[in-house]
């Protein structure tokens, strides 16, 4: 994969949530994507232009779940816990990925153009 974009992350959340008996901490979730998503440590810790202080990885994944969330699939039970609701538990998803429109999403150039990722 030599890009990477807000549209890769919805498939590999799903997967760990699943994986994960339909909950995960930010921490677990986070784990689970990258390695999902075979990312190097250099992608990992490539810092958002407009942000430094946030990894381009945790922008774009907070997007994702933020998207995910509105769209009924995902919840937080409690601060920093992620799950899936009933709509997120049976959903497919590749029904999900057609209504996932990154033009909407600011930060969509965050992780374009990753070298070095399969």
């Not at 250099?42 to 995910?68: G, I, K, N, S």
């Not at 538990?89 to 399969?118: H, M, R, S, W, Y």
């Amino acid at each position: 994969m030599d890009t990477l974009t807000l549209y890769d992350f919805i498939p590999p959340l799903f997967q760990a949530l699943r994986e994960g008996g339909d909950s995960l901490t930010q921490g677990e979730m986070v784990e689970a994507v990258a390695r999902m998503l075979h990312l190097p440590d250099a992608v990992m810790e490539r810092r958002h232009t407009r942000y430094p202080l946030v990894r381009d990885f945790d922008y774009c994944l907070a997007w994702a779940q933020a998207f995910l969330k509105q769209s009924g699939y995902l919840t937080r039970s409690v601060q920093g816990v992620w799950v899936l609701t009933p709509k997120g538990k049976t959903i497919d998803v590749q029904e999900v990925l057609p209504a996932f429109d990154t033009e909407d999403i600011p930060g969509e150039d965050t992780l374009a153009a990753v070298e070095g990722t399969n």
